[in-house]
C-alpha cells in the first residue's frame, strides 16, 4: 500500500475500507470520537465529547499529522465494526453466517449476554 499523506488520501482510504462516520477528518461531522484538523499554523489531533474538545497532539505539518492519524485509526479494532445482522433464531443466524461466508466477508460473531440459550 502506498503510503497515505494527505488528509484527503486519508478521507479515501477511510471512505474505502469502512471507517466512514468512526473519525472527524478532513470536515467530517461527529458527535464524540477523535478528529483531526488544520487550526491556522498547525494540525491538531484531538478528541471531542459533549460539545468539549481536548487537544491531544499537534504537528507542523500535515504528513505528520496523516501518519499520526492513520496509525491512530488502524490501531482501533473496533472503528470500522458495524451491526449486520440481529437474529433472534438459531436458523436466521446460520443463514447470515452462510451468507458471509459465501460472500468472504470477514465477521466478528457477538453474542447478547442477555440472550436465553435453547
Known sequence: MKKIISVKELEKWMTDNCYHDSYGI?????HEGYGLENAEYSWTWYYTERGGRDILARF???EEAV??????IIADGSANRHMI???KEGS???ELIN??????????ERQNPLRRRQ
Request: hydrophobic fraction near 35%; charge should be neutral.
Open 60 to 62: 507542523q505539518s500535515e
Open 99 to 108: 451468507e458471509l461466508q459465501k460472500r468472504e466477508i470477514f465477521f466478528l
Open 26 to 30: 478532513n470536515g467530517r461531522i461527529i
Open 92 to 94: 436466521q443466524e446460520n
Open 67 to 72: 501518519d499520526y492519524a492513520f496509525k491512530k
Open 85 to 87: 445482522g440481529f437474529v
